[in-house]
Every structure is written in structure tokens, then in C-alpha cells.
């Protein structure tokens, strides 16, 4: 089982301003799954990082897997109220979860 | 149906009985998985199945739980004699194949009293 990391835990943030969350582990992973969740439903897919070093982009998101494929990052530009959720990573080996990380944009 | 299918969405139980848990996954997802999700916590891996293969069991909390999956269709998730620590969202998800994506149902919300 490879284990994950998540944080900060809870992170409260006004609109408009910039965060970063993180996922890591003492293990490489073969690919990591960024998802979230809002209340009430199941986690939903965000993004899929496959090689070290990779970056990827959704609108204000963006996803960095590290060079050695044992973290990633998701960094959030501007952020909404409509962003306000629960940030979990995976490990697609074995799809554990970590903690996650709960956000919450305040208007 | 188009997604992940669980029922009930609410259940509420006495202590000391037997619970079953439902999940329809989508059609030709070959993979299954359930977790539970403690109030205001993250996802904790219970069990995935793949295909024929022999499920992957190591994240059952007890030997009160056990779950079933028939083929690559329907799983049941059977909680016997609940504890009140028992009380979660308990989440499905299946996906194409290993390693692929997983696609979530809105969960069975178990409360026990």
C-alpha cells in the first residue's frame, strides 16, 4: 500500500487569492489522480499525471507531478466560491486515498 | 444508466442488525471498488474487486463486513450486527479497467443508532 500525504488539511481563503495544495509520499507512483468532492456526491475526477516532471493546466488549475514521481501539487489561480470542496489524491496502483484537502472560498 | 447507481441514498438502522449496501456500476466497467467516508474525513479503501479475480479485501475494518460482486455487475456491501461507529457514507466506484479513472456514485449515508 503506498501512502499518501495531504496538505495543509483545511485551508480558508477569501476570493481571488492564489493557493497550493500538496499530496506526497516516500513511494513512486506510476501515476497520481487529483479528485474532488462537493457535499453530497462522489469525488469527480480532475486530472490524471502519468510522467515526472509533468504539468498540466485546467482553466485555473494546475497540476504538477514531481520529477521523481512521489508528489504532486494542485495550484489554484484566482480562486472561487465555486472551488470550495474536498482535494483528494491517489495513487492509481491501488486507488488509496489520502486525508484530502478541505477548501473553502469565501465570497 | 450513465453512472454509478447506489441505494439506498439514506439508511438509517438499529444497532445490532444487518445492513446490505447496493452498487450498480456503470456497464462494462470491469472494476469496483467501495470506501467509507467518516463525517468530515477523507476516503478509506474497503474493497476492490476486479473482474474474477479474487477481490482485494485487506481494507474490510472486520469480520463484520463482507461484500459480493456477481460478474462485473452489481455489488452488495453486507455490514452485520452495526456499531454506531459504523455511521459513514459508504462510496462506490468502478472503472473501465485497473488503473483507469474511477467514477463515483452519490453514496449510501448509514446511520446507526
Known sequence: TQLLEQSPQFLSIQE???????????????SLQWYRQEPGEGPVLLVTVVTGGEVKKLKRLTF?????????????TAAQPGDTGLYLCAGAYDMRFGAGTRLTVKP | ????????????????????LRCDPISGHTALYWYRQRLGQGLEFLIYFQG????????????????????ESVSTLTIQRTQQEDSA????????KRYSPLHFGNGTRLTVT
Open chain 1, 16 to 30: 481571488g487569492e492564489n493557493l497550493t495544495v500538496y499530496c506526497n509520499s516516500s513511494s513512486v507512483f506510476s
Open chain 1, 64 to 76: 504538477q507531478f514531481g520529477d521523481a514521481r512521489k508528489d504532486s501539487s494542485l495550484h489554484i
Open chain 2, 1 to 20: 444508466g450513465a453512472g454509478v447507481s447506489q441505494s439506498p441514498s439514506n439508511k438509517v438502522t438499529e444497532k445490532g442488525k444487518d445492513v446490505e
Open chain 2, 52 to 71: 474474477n479475480s479474487a477481490p482485494d479485501k485487506s481494507g474490510l475494518p472486520s469480520d463484520r463486513f463482507s461484500a459480493e460482486r456477481t460478474g
Open chain 2, 89 to 96: 457514507v459508504y462510496l462506490c466506484a468502478s472503472s473501465a
